[in-house]
């Protein structure tokens, strides 16, 4: 009998919950957490759970040398720091944490250690990248214009945030306060987030404003043949509305900030049973066939009770999965550190993970239209 590769998965919250609900049954898994409540979370899978500080003497190590591939769900401001380490350690590495710190600085070191390494790898950035990738290098003869509207979002939202969230709030916060970093015609361009807010409708949402944040990142690198390329968050409009009420009274503040993350902790959390639903759209416009063309591709995933995984961690932890499969059976081995789109790139591997999700529920509906010339 062929022995089942190991896996680590660092950080047992509603993500990692997901990650470890996905792999169990096929890998040897342990999974660390601080939180004994987070573990007690997934006591009914097969996995074994471990209570300690990853950054504890010792434990780190062990846990890396034990595991043929390491899955971080750790809240971004301790994930460039444990990414070193684990790279230092030549582990074999998926990362979903979104650092404010630029991971692919450690592609060098990564790959004289011979870690392969993929960071960014949730919904988005994560399965956004991918199919943009895809997209750029094998279904059009030229992208011209790439935009991303994602979210996740509650199913009953309720005042006064009308907002929950599975992430770190701290993470959320980031990503209303950092500056966004796009490319527009061709110009690379620094816009304020919260801003450029429009209207978005899905038939299982409603209305939803769509605002700048920075989540293109990576792609500016990879893509810089596609003059366009710009990332939305999706909210409900009382959320919108409420969190740009807070910035303008000076709670984003330095000296303000961290009550305001204590509360947003608190009011965020999901309830146990509280259903969530994750929106993204992706267009993406240029030339197919000699014709400009439009593409759409819309996600719509929603809360699973059977087995209680909310819809952000499924399709943040689900793709996570796939891309640390695709290293395990040696499908994608190259040592260094590779944004999402890496595996885009590769139609072989976009298509795999791509059937992957969509042997879990999570699918795109495309549509597609020919653009007036010019």
């Given at each position: 009998?062929?022995?089942?590769?190991?896996v680590?998965?660092?950080?047992?919250?509603?993500?990692?919950?997901?990650?470890?609900?996905?792999?169990?049954?096929?890998?040897?898994?342990?999974?660390?957490?601080?939180?004994?409540?987070?573990?007690?979370?997934?006591?009914?899978?097969?996995?074994?759970?471990?209570?300690?500080?990853?950054?504890?003497?010792?434990v780190?190590?062990?846990?890396?040398?034990?595991?043929?591939?390491?899955?971080s769900?750790?809240?971004?401001?301790?994930?460039?720091?444990?990414?070193?380490?684990?790279?230092?350690?030549?582990?074999?590495?998926?990362?979903i944490?979104?650092?404010?710190e630029?991971?692919?600085?450690?592609?060098?070191?990564?790959?004289?250690?011979?870690a392969?390494?993929?960071?960014?790898?949730?919904?988005?950035?994560?399965?956004?990248?991918?199919?943009?990738a895809?997209a750029?290098?094998?279904?059009?003869e030229?992208?011209?214009?790439y935009?991303?509207?994602?979210?996740?979002?509650?199913?009953?939202?309720?005042?006064?945030?009308?907002?929950?969230n599975?992430?770190?709030a701290?993470?959320?916060?980031?990503?209303?306060?950092?500056?966004?970093?796009?490319?527009?015609?061709?110009?690379?361009?620094?816009?304020?987030p919260?801003?450029?807010?429009e209207?978005v409708?899905?038939e299982?949402?409603?209305?939803?404003?769509?605002?700048h944040?920075d989540?293109?990142?990576?792609?500016?690198?990879?893509?810089?043949?596609?003059?366009?390329?710009?990332?939305k968050?999706?909210?409900?409009?009382?959320?919108?509305?409420?969190i740009v009420?807070?910035?303008?009274?000076?709670?984003?503040?330095?000296?303000?900030?961290?009550?305001?993350?204590?509360?947003?902790?608190?009011a965020?959390?999901f309830?146990?049973?509280?259903?969530?639903?994750?929106?993204?759209?992706?267009?993406?416009?240029?030339?197919?066939?000699?014709?400009?063309?439009?593409?759409?591709?819309?996600?719509?995933?929603?809360?699973?009770p059977?087995?209680?995984?909310?819809?952000?961690?499924r399709?943040?932890?689900?793709?996570?999965?796939?891309a640390?499969?695709?290293i395990?059976?040696?499908?994608?081995?190259?040592?260094?550190?590779h944004?999402p789109?890496?595996?885009?790139?590769?139609?072989?591997?976009?298509?795999?993970?791509?059937?992957?999700?969509?042997e879990?529920?999570?699918?795109?509906?495309?549509?597609r239209?020919?653009?007036?010339a010019?």
């Amino acid at each position: 009998m062929t022995p089942r590769p190991a896996v680590t998965v660092l950080g047992c919250g509603l993500v990692g919950r997901a990650i470890v609900f996905d792999l169990c049954r096929e890998c040897d898994l342990t999974v660390l957490d601080r939180s004994a409540e987070s573990l007690a979370a997934v006591a009914h899978l097969p996995c074994r759970r471990e209570q300690a500080d990853v950054f504890a003497p010792g434990v780190l190590e062990r846990l890396a040398a034990e595991a043929a591939v390491v899955i971080s769900a750790m809240p971004g401001a301790a994930g460039f720091r444990l990414l070193e380490r684990l790279i230092e350690l030549g582990t074999d590495t998926v990362d979903i944490s979104f650092t404010e710190e630029d991971p692919t600085v450690l592609h060098g070191r990564a790959a004289e250690r011979g870690a392969t390494v993929v960071v960014d790898c949730g919904v988005c950035p994560g399965l956004s990248n991918i199919v943009a990738a895809h997209a750029a290098r094998h279904g059009f003869e030229r992208l011209d214009r790439y935009v991303c509207y994602v979210g996740g979002l509650p199913r009953q939202p309720q005042p006064p945030w009308y907002y929950r969230n599975p992430f770190a709030a701290e993470s959320v916060l980031d990503e209303y306060t950092r500056p966004c970093r796009f490319r527009i015609g061709g110009r690379m361009a620094t816009l304020e987030p919260l801003s450029g807010a429009e209207t978005v409708e899905f038939e299982e949402t409603g209305p939803l404003v769509a605002f700048h944040t920075d989540g293109i990142r990576t792609l500016l690198a990879s893509l810089p043949e596609v003059p366009t390329l710009i990332e939305k968050t999706l909210r409900h409009p009382q959320h919108y509305d409420f969190i740009v009420r807070l910035r303008d009274a000076g709670f984003f503040a330095p000296d303000v900030r961290s009550m305001l993350e204590t509360v947003c902790r608190r009011a965020w959390r999901f309830a146990p049973g509280e259903e969530d639903i994750t929106v993204m759209r992706l267009l993406l416009e240029g030339s197919i066939g000699g014709a400009p063309t439009r593409v759409v591709y819309d996600l719509v995933d929603y809360f699973d009770p059977a087995n209680g995984l909310l819809s952000m961690a499924r399709t943040t932890g689900f793709t996570a999965a796939a891309a640390a499969r695709l290293i395990l059976t040696g499908r994608f081995r190259r040592p260094g550190v590779h944004p999402p789109e890496a595996l885009g790139s590769d139609d072989c591997l976009y298509q795999a993970i791509i059937g992957m999700l969509a042997e879990r529920g999570v699918r795109f509906r495309e549509r597609r239209e020919t653009l007036p010339a010019g």
